[in-house]
C-alpha cells in the first residue's frame, strides 16, 4: 500500500521541468477519482463596485467577472482529484497538484500575454503566504488558449505527417503527374538503396544523387517533391504508401500553412524507419506542448467528464474559459452554451452548503467548516498517496484541500452519492442536482470563523424596477445621507433601504416600484417638489442606466463617472436575459445558471 501522509503535508509541485510526466501521471490519478476539485491564484481581484454586489443579476455579474478574468492572470492552478474511500465514507483520498504557470511567448507569436493587470496588496499577500514568484516565473507553464493556438499555428508552419486519403477517380493529368513522381523517386531512391560496388559506379551515383537534387533530414538522405494542390499531396503520399516501405513522406507547408512540397526520407530497415516515425511523432507532441502548454490540463478536465468542484465558480471559470478555450461572450447566456460544450458539470461549493439551514450564512469555506466542526459530527480524514517529485505546502493547495475536505463532509450530510448509490437504504441523490448553480464570493471578507447561528438572513428577491442608484453626494456616511434624503422627497418618508455601493454611489432599494418609478418620473421632468434635492446636486437613475454601465465597460471610472455617462448617452435597445430583471438583495447573490442552459 502507497505510504500516506497527513493533508496539510504536501501537494506536488508542477513546473514546466516535469510538466508531461506530471500529466500523465494526472491522467491516471483522474480514472481512479470521482471528483476534481480546483482553486487558481491570479494576480489581482475585483475591487469597488467591480465586485460582484447584492444589487447585480446575474447578467451584470457576469460581465464584472468578465472584466476581472480578462485583466488578471493566472500565476497558480491547483487541481485535486479525489474519492471518498470505498471502505471507509470517513477518508477522502486526493492527489493535490500545484501547476504554476506564466504567460510566456516562448513562441514568439506575441501569445498569450504581453501584458497584464497586478495588484500590489494582492501579490504582497501572496508572498506573505509563501508564493515562490521566482519559481512562478521562471519556470512556470505557459499556455495558448484554443482560439490562440489556431491562429499561431497559422503562423508557425512544421512539415507533418498525413494519412492519405481515398482517392477519387484519376484524371489524365493525375496519371501523368503520378508516372512522374514515381519514376523521379525511383531513380533517386535507387542510390541508396542499391550502394555501388566500384569506384566508377560510386562516382556515378553521386553525379545522381547531385543532379536530382539530393537534401538531408537529420542524418537520413531526403528529396524535396514540390506541389501545386492538396490532390497532388494525396498522389504522392499514395506513390509512396503502395510502392515503397522504406520511404517515409512528411508534408511541408508554406508560411500560410498550404502544403508546397513532401519531403521523402529514406530509411534503411524497417528498424530504421519505426525510429524515424517515432522521432517526428515526438517532435510533434513537444510542439504540441508548446502550443498548449497547461491547456493540456484544461482538456484534461474536459475529456474526463469528472465534475468540478470549486468555489466562487463565475469567478474562475470565466477565467479559465478567456486563458485557456477562447474569448469571453458578450452575455451570460452565450457563456453558459460556451462553457458547457467544455464542462458539463461544476459543482459551486458556496451553493451546496446553503443546502443545510444555518450555513447559509456563511461567508466563506473557513467559516463552512468551523461550523460543521461545532456543530455535527462529521469526521473527515484527507489521505495524500505519496508522490514522486517535488511535494511543499502553498495557500493556493491548502485552499484545494479545504475545498476537497467540505465538499466531501457535505456530501455524506446530504447523502450524495457519484454513482447515486446508498448503503443504508436511504434517499440518494445524484451531484448533477447541485450542478451549474453559481455564487460569486467577492463580497465576502475572509475571516477565519463566524457565527452562524448569530447573523440574520434577510435574503429576499427584488425586482430591479425597485432599484435606484443616487450619486452626487460625498464625505457622508449612509446613515447620514439616509437623514438628509428624508427631508428632501416625500418618497423618501416610505419605507426604503440604503447601501453605499462605493464611495460615490449608494443604491436605494424600495419595497415598491412604484415609489421608485415615481422618483424617476419627477426628476426626468425637473418636479419643483425636487427643488432641494438638485440644489444640493444629487442624481439618481434607474437599473437600466447601471446595466449599461456594465455593458459598456466604464470600469475604469469610480461608480458615480460611469452612471454619469451611461445616462447621459442615448437610449438603445438593451439585451434581455432569463433572470435579468431580479437580484437577491442583501444575501450572497445566487445566480441559477441553469435558467441560461436553453441553447
Given amino acids: 500500500m502507497a505510504a500516506t501522509r497527513a493533508a496539510a503535508a504536501s501537494a506536488k509541485q508542477v513546473t514546466r521541468k516535469n510538466f508531461p510526466e506530471s500529466l500523465r501521471e494526472l491522467a491516471d490519478h483522474m480514472k481512479e477519482c470521482d471528483y476534481v476539485a480546483v482553486a487558481a491564484l491570479k494576480t489581482g481581484a475585483p475591487t469597488g463596485w467591480r465586485r460582484a454586489l447584492p444589487v447585480d443579476t446575474a447578467e451584470t455579474a457576469y460581465l464584472k467577472a468578465k472584466f476581472a478574468a480578462e485583466s488578471f492572470q493566472p500565476l497558480h492552478i491547483a487541481v485535486c482529484p479525489f474519492r471518498v474511500d470505498a471502505t471507509s465514507r470517513s477518508t477522502v483520498v486526493a492527489y493535490p497538484y500545484n501547476f504554476h504557470l506564466f504567460p510566456r511567448d516562448e513562441l514568439q507569436v506575441g501569445m498569450p500575454s504581453y501584458s497584464f493587470s497586478c495588484q500590489s496588496s494582492y501579490l504582497s499577500s501572496m508572498a506573505r503566504d509563501g508564493f515562490d514568484f521566482n519559481m512562478c516565473i521562471y519556470d512556470g507553464i505557459s499556455y495558448l488558449s484554443r482560439v490562440q493556438e489556431s491562429l499561431a499555428r497559422q503562423k508557425i508552419v512544421i512539415p507533418h505527417l498525413r494519412q492519405p486519403s481515398p482517392s477519387p477517380s484519376t484524371s489524365v493529368a493525375d496519371s501523368v503527374f503520378t508516372t512522374r513522381i514515381k519514376s523521379r523517386i525511383q531513380h533517386w531512391r535507387k542510390g541508396y538503396a542499391e550502394p555501388s560496388k566500384t569506384a566508377d559506379d560510386s562516382l556515378v551515383n553521386s553525379l545522381r544523387k547531385l543532379i536530382l537534387g539530393g537534401e538531408s533530414y537529420g542524418s537520413r538522405p531526403s528529396m524535396s517533391v514540390d506541389v501545386c494542390s492538396d490532390r497532388q499531396v494525396q498522389l504522392v503520399l499514395e506513390i509512396i504508401g503502395h510502392t515503397f516501405d522504406d520511404l517515409v513522406p512528411l508534408v511541408v507547408p508554406d508560411k500560410s500553412g498550404v502544403a508546397r512540397a513532401v519531403r521523402v526520407i529514406f530509411t534503411s530497415s524497417a528498424e530504421d524507419k519505426n525510429l524515424l516515425l517515432m522521432d517526428i511523432r515526438k517532435l510533434e507532441d513537444e510542439h504540441s506542448f508548446k502550443f498548449r502548454g497547461f491547456r493540456e490540463v484544461v482538456d484534461l478536465l474536459s475529456s474526463s467528464q469528472k465534475p468540478i468542484i470549486s468555489y466562487n465558480c463565475l469567478s474562475d471559470l470565466t477565467m479559465i474559459h478567456t486563458k485557456f478555450i477562447g474569448p469571453l461572450p458578450p452575455n451570460m447566456h452565450e457563456f453558459m452554451c460556451s462553457l458547457r460544450m467544455v464542462f458539463s458539470s461544476v459543482v459551486d461549493i458556496g451553493h451546496l452548503w446553503r443546502e443545510i439551514g444555518p450555513l447559509r450564512k456563511a461567508k466563506n469555506i473557513q467559516a463552512a467548516l468551523s461550523y460543521l466542526q461545532r456543530q455535527y459530527f462529521v469526521p473527515m480524514e484527507i489521505e495524500i498517496p505519496q508522490q514522486d517529485g517535488t511535494n511543499s505546502v502553498t495557500k493556493g493547495g491548502e485552499y484545494v484541500l479545504k475545498i476537497t475536505k467540505l465538499f466531501a463532509k457535505l456530501s455524506k450530510l446530504l447523502n450524495i452519492s457519484p454513482k447515486c448509490q446508498s448503503q443504508s437504504g436511504e434517499q440518494c441523490y445524484s451531484v448533477e442536482d447541485y450542478c ?164
Fill in 436 to 599: 451549474n448553480i453559481f455564487y460569486p464570493g467577492c463580497m465576502a471578507a475572509e475571516c477565519h470563523d463566524v457565527d452562524c447561528t448569530n447573523e440574520s438572513d434577510t435574503t429576499r428577491t427584488m425586482s430591479t424596477d425597485c432599484v435606484l442608484f443616487l450619486w452626487g453626494f460625498s464625505g457622508i456616511s449612509a446613515k447620514e445621507l439616509r437623514s438628509r434624503l428624508t427631508r428632501l422627497h416625500h418618497v423618501f418618508s416610505k419605507d426604503f433601504e440604503l447601501r453605499l455601493l462605493d464611495k460615490t454611489c449608494s443604491a436605494l432599494i424600495f419595497r415598491s416600484s412604484d415609489a421608485a418609478a415615481g422618483l424617476l418620473r419627477d426628476i426626468s421632468s425637473e418636479s419643483p417638489s425636487l427643488n432641494d434635492f438638485f440644489s444640493e446636486g444629487l442624481k439618481a437613475a434607474g437599473f437600466d442606466v447601471y446595466r449599461k454601465a456594465c455593458r459598456s465597460g466604464l470600469w475604469d471610472s469610480d461608480l458615480a463617472e460611469a452612471l454619469e455617462s451611461a445616462s447621459s448617452e442615448p437610449a438603445t435597445s438593451t439585451l434581455t436575459g432569463h433572470g435579468s430583471s431580479e437580484i437577491y438583495w442583501n444575501s450572497s447573490l445566487k445566480l441559477d445558471l441553469k435558467e441560461y442552459l436553453e441553447c
